[in-house]
T-cell receptor, first 117, second 111 residues
Framework: NAGVTQTPKFQVLKTGQSMTLQCAQDMNHEYMSWYRQDPGMGLRLIHYSVGAGITDQGEVPNGYNVSRSTTEDFPLRLLSAAPSQTSVYFC????????????????FGPGTRLTVT | GQQVMQIPQYQHVQEGEDFTTYCNSSTTLSNIQWYKQRPGGHPVFLIQLVKSGEVKKQKRLTFQFGEAKKNSSLHITATQTTDVGTYFCAGRLEGTYKYIFGTGTRLKVLA
């Protein structure tokens, strides 16, 4: 298994440009999430999905769109890039299993480092 | 909005000393997870706590979940240089799948 893969690893955009960050997992996980990580602020949830066709907003959804047409893929779209979106973006996937309770341990991809100038 | 605060932000210890990081939520959590992130890497899952007052151990690491399910701690006994990294807690909001991450504690171990 490749686990969670993200492309690209690095990206530089100009203000106003749009792009899609790709995320794929081959573990048949139900749940997928996008986080952004900024220095001193931990990881903040952008959007998440609990299954194909179902998405919901996280803490910081403005400026980002997602869709989940398949179990494997969960792309993140930046509609009109702004310098405030300069960050490291992590995709994560997890699954539901029962072992004395619900477990949703998250598997993270390697991240995409995005710079908006 | 919901917040998960983590203290301290940074901790430098001599190798062999103990280390503790604390996580406090403004709301009750369904469960709490702990992750470790090495410099330049991605977060790696360590453990999940679900029950009120739960304590779990992994070798030199001890994890606790508070009775009110609003706070948690990670204690490392006799730190080693391999423990270097940033430790995050992540609390799951009740009735949702949303995980809110703490701000993290960056641990540096001096040999």
């Amino acid at each position: 298994n490749a686990g969670v893969t993200q492309t690209p690893k690095f990206q530089v955009l100009k203000t106003g440009q749009s792009m899609t960050l790709q995320c794929a997992q081959d573990m048949n996980h139900e749940y997928m999430s996008w986080y952004r990580q900024d220095p001193g602020m931990g990881l903040r949830l952008i959007h998440y999905s609990v299954g194909a066709g179902i998405t919901d907003q996280g803490e910081v959804p403005n400026g980002y769109n997602v869709s989940r047409s398949t179990t494997e893929d969960f792309p993140l779209r930046l509609l009109s890039a702004a310098p405030s979106q300069t960050s490291v973006y992590f995709c994560a996937s997890s699954y539901s299993r029962t072992s004395g309770g619900s477990s949703y341990e998250q598997y993270f991809g390697p991240g995409t480092r995005l710079t908006v100038t | 909005g919901q917040q998960v605060m983590q203290i301290p932000q940074y901790q430098h210890v001599q190798e062999g000393e103990d280390f503790t990081t604390y996580c406090n939520s403004s709301t009750t959590l369904s469960n709490i997870q702990w992750y470790k992130q090495r410099p330049g890497g991605h977060p790696v899952f360590l453990i999940q706590l679900v029950k009120s007052g739960e304590v779990k151990k992994q070798k030199r690491l001890t994890f606790q979940f508070g009775e009110a399910k609003k706070n948690s701690s990670l204690h490392i006994t006799a730190t080693q240089t391999t423990d270097v990294g940033t430790y995050f807690c992540a609390g799951r909001l009740e009735g949702t799948y949303k995980y809110i991450f703490g701000t993290g504690t960056r641990l540096k171990v001096l040999a």
